[in-house]
């Protein structure tokens, strides 16, 4: 059997928007001046903590980041209840296409992302998704992205070597990611890190379009 491993904010769904209002939220929310949009998205796939550990100020306490995970949850919840969250977002062009054509050609699955599940669930709920896959590793139960615990325990559950596994990811974290775990890692340039940094932090493979990810695998 052969795994292919997914990131989803930025890879399968185009959730900025929403980041990016929700962490601007939070911020105002604590008296704190927001991050720019380029230094939010430069931080999608981290987990909570260690993200906000890199837009707050220097001088900020572990209480305050605290502080700033909890308002970015309560504002995304908001958002999500505004505008219909995950439902609201768009797939990227050719996503679907290309996880129904993987699973017809008998490859196994995977999600793996710096969202907690339950955000995992709605994206799932909100466009059909959860079908597609056999192993979903989420930041509740993980080290944050560049740790390899997400593509391990996920080479684990589904019994695949490392050898016979990929990981196709937007962000330089992604890419750290599969390198550590030892799998050929593929960055796409649709999301949120340059083709540069994704090539610096070991991609082997870099995609402009969803639809190049079948032929470059068969």
């Given at each position: 059997?052969?795994?292919?491993?997914?990131?989803?904010?930025?890879?399968?769904?185009?959730?900025?928007?929403?980041?990016?209002?929700?962490?601007?939220?939070a911020?105002?929310?604590?008296?704190?001046?927001?991050?720019?949009?380029?230094?939010?998205?430069?931080?999608?796939?981290?987990?909570?903590?260690?993200?906000?550990?890199?837009?707050?100020?220097?001088?900020?306490?572990?209480?305050?980041?605290?502080?700033?995970v909890?308002?970015?949850?309560?504002?995304?919840?908001?958002?999500?209840?505004?505008?219909?969250?995950?439902?609201?977002?768009?797939l990227?062009?050719?996503?679907?296409?290309v996880?129904?054509?993987?699973?017809?050609?008998?490859w196994?699955?995977?999600?793996?992302?710096?969202?907690?599940?339950?955000?995992?669930?709605?994206?799932?709920?909100?466009?059909?998704?959860?079908?597609?896959?056999s192993?979903?590793?989420?930041?509740?139960?993980?080290?944050?992205?560049?740790?390899?615990?997400?593509?391990?325990?996920?080479?684990?559950?589904?019994?695949?070597?490392p050898?016979?596994?990929?990981?196709?990811?937007?962000?330089?974290?992604?890419?750290?990611?599969?390198?550590?775990?030892?799998?050929?890692?593929?960055?796409?340039?649709?999301?949120?890190?340059p083709?540069?940094?994704l090539?610096?932090?070991?991609?082997?493979?870099i995609?402009?379009?969803?639809?190049?990810?079948?032929?470059?695998?068969?």
């Open positions: 059997m052969k795994l292919a491993i997914f990131d989803m904010d930025g890879t399968l769904i185009d959730s900025q928007a929403l980041i990016v209002g929700a962490m601007v939220s911020f105002q929310r604590l008296d704190m001046l927001p991050p720019t949009r380029a230094d939010i998205l430069s931080i999608v796939g981290l987990s909570l903590p260690q993200a906000m550990d890199r837009l707050a100020p220097a001088n900020v306490t572990p209480d305050a980041i605290a502080a700033l909890d308002a970015y949850r309560t504002a995304f919840i908001a958002l999500r209840a505004e505008t219909g969250g995950e439902a609201s977002v768009p990227y062009p050719g996503a679907l296409n996880l129904g054509a993987l699973a017809a050609q008998g196994l699955l995977g999600v793996a992302t710096g969202k907690a599940r339950r955000g995992v669930d709605h994206v799932f709920a909100a466009h059909g998704l959860g079908h597609f896959f192993t979903v590793q989420t930041a509740d139960g993980h080290p944050s992205k560049p740790h390899p615990s997400m593509i391990e325990t996920a080479l684990f559950e589904t019994g695949v070597a050898s016979d596994a990929i990981m196709i990811g937007d962000t330089t974290f992604d890419i750290e990611m599969g390198c550590a775990a030892g799998v050929r890692s593929i960055g796409v340039t649709w999301g949120y890190h083709q540069a940094q090539r610096q932090a070991g991609a082997s493979d995609l402009t379009h969803f639809d190049e990810l079948v032929p470059l695998l068969t």
